[in-house]
């Protein structure tokens, strides 16, 4: 009986998650206490599974949102999204070679940390030639920090009492992983979802011009870059809307799904976290990770609120 415990307990975590039982750091917290006892009874779909259903949620996501207001949010990231882009890529690059990372790791660590977690480790890590160890360690340092982020966000916001927009906002920058800022607004509120979700995916669009660098950096020509395409479908699901092309109580309901199914993609996403990678990874790619990470949080901070 007991190799049936995990795979019925993995399936009632999901259906749990499905029919709104649990919130967004519920689910996470779930999914990591489940990797400590218990042997993932899926792992070798999971890795895939998440990427599917965290681009089919945001995806639906956008059949609540309207064209104006995103292309106006977009806009109003742009500034603070190229200069903490910058300034955290630059940072990244001393680091590197202050703690003597190795560069491909220390480059794969920053791109995560600057731009969008573990989509942008995807998409480098090709570019640069880096080898599976090197892309696991990366992960893993960046998920984890997606984490804490997920479950403290949510209190700093509440604590220096910023509104909808302003956490929004914060959430898009300081947050690396899609999956981790839109549960941090997910709970925030209708609005900073709205806008966490807009201004990270603008930000998803900087891994192409990051890639062409990190071709010149590493000297590497001919692979291919990997380009966000279900970007263009959450815009065609914010048009479908703000065009009224679908009914309103249709467009509700996928919405509300999309919510569901990203809790679900938490509780995934949480099951991929080991201690015991973590621990072998070492101190200085945790350090770096870290460093970064609290650099992007408090820039950001300070530009939103001044």
């Avoid at 207001?69 to 903490?84: A, H, I, P, Q």
């Avoid at 003597?100 to 920053?110: E, S």
Wanted: proline content about 3%.
């Amino acid at each position: 009986m007991k190799p049936i415990v995990a795979p019925l307990l993995f399936i009632s975590i999901l259906l749990a998650a499905m029919f709104g039982f649990i919130n967004s750091p519920t689910a996470l917290f779930l999914g990591f206490t489940f990797s400590l006892f218990f042997e993932h009874p899926f792992k070798k779909y999971s890795q895939n599974a998440i990427q599917i259903l965290l681009k089919a949620s945001i995806i639906g996501l956008g059949f609540g949102m309207y064209l104006k207001d995103t292309l106006e949010t977009s806009k109003e990231g742009l500034g603070l999204t190229f200069f903490s882009i910058v300034l955290t890529v630059s940072l990244g690059f001393l680091l590197t070679r202050l703690l003597k990372i190795d560069t491909k790791l220390g480059h794969l660590i920053t791109s995560g940390t600057s731009i969008c977690g573990g989509s942008a480790i995807a998409a480098i890590s090709p570019v640069i030639r880096a080898n599976g160890k090197t892309i696991s360690i990366a992960l893993g340092v960046v998920f984890t920090l997606n984490a804490i982020a997920l479950f403290i966000f949510p209190a700093l916001g509440h604590l220096f009492d910023l509104d909808q927009h302003q956490f929004g906002l914060w959430c898009a920058i300081a947050i690396h992983d899609t999956s981790s800022v839109v549960g941090a607004a997910l709970g925030y509120g209708d609005e900073a979802l709205r806008i966490a979700t807009t201004v990270k995916l603008s930000r998803t669009l900087w891994i192409i011009p990051l890639s062409v660098l990190s071709m010149f950096i590493f000297k590497t020509k001919g692979e291919h870059i990997k380009i966000p395409y279900f970007i263009l479908l959450f815009m065609i699901a914010i048009g479908i809307n703000s065009y009224n092309l679908v009914p309103e109580a249709a467009t509700h309901s996928i919405v509300a799904f999309s919510k569901k199914l990203l809790i679900l993609t938490l509780f995934l996403v949480g099951t991929t976290i080991s201690i015991k990678d973590l621990k072998a990874t070492g101190y200085k790619p945790i350090l770096l990770a870290f460093c970064l990470w609290i650099f992007i949080a408090v820039f950001s901070f300070l530009y939103i609120t001044n």
